[in-house]
């Protein structure tokens, strides 16, 4: 009998452990800095971030456009709620290139997401390679 309150001990340990853990990877941001901001045109600026999930992750950089008057500070603290990344991808050197309001992109690693929605105020254009 001893031991099957024991084993019930055990088990509800490991699933408070479990449920701890998966709350945690859920509720974790990934920490991310400003890398780059370029102006798209008059309506529209480009924001670049590098995210960091921690020491043992590769970095993520994502791509945003946001209006002009926003803030570096307003920005980050509307990231995920207000601002949604166009594209995220592994490619730190990503060339960006703006001709005539439109947004050039050549990347050459891992592409995790790309949305070119006809609800930004720009052409986007993707040339992706993984190499």
Excluded at 7 to 27: D, E, N, P, R
Excluded at 83 to 91: A, E, K, M
Excluded at 109 to 130: C, D, E, M, Q
């Amino acid at each position: 009998m001893r031991n099957v309150r024991v084993f019930k001990w055990v088990v509800l340990a490991l699933l408070i452990i479990s449920f701890y853990g998966a709350w945690k990877v859920i509720t974790s941001p990934i920490e991310q800095t400003v890398y780059k901001v370029e102006k798209v045109n008059s309506r529209i600026t480009l924001y670049i971030t590098e995210g960091s999930a921690g020491a043992t992750t590769n970095f993520v950089y994502q791509f945003y456009l946001v209006p002009p008057e926003i803030t570096r500070s307003d920005f980050l603290n509307n990231i995920g709620d207000k601002y949604q990344p166009f594209l995220s991808t592994s490619d730190a050197c990503t060339n960006v290139e703006i001709n005539d309001g439109a947004i050039h992109l050549t990347v050459h690693g891992a592409v995790y997401r790309f949305n070119n929605g006809a609800s930004y105020s720009t052409t986007i254009y993707l040339n992706a390679s993984p190499f």
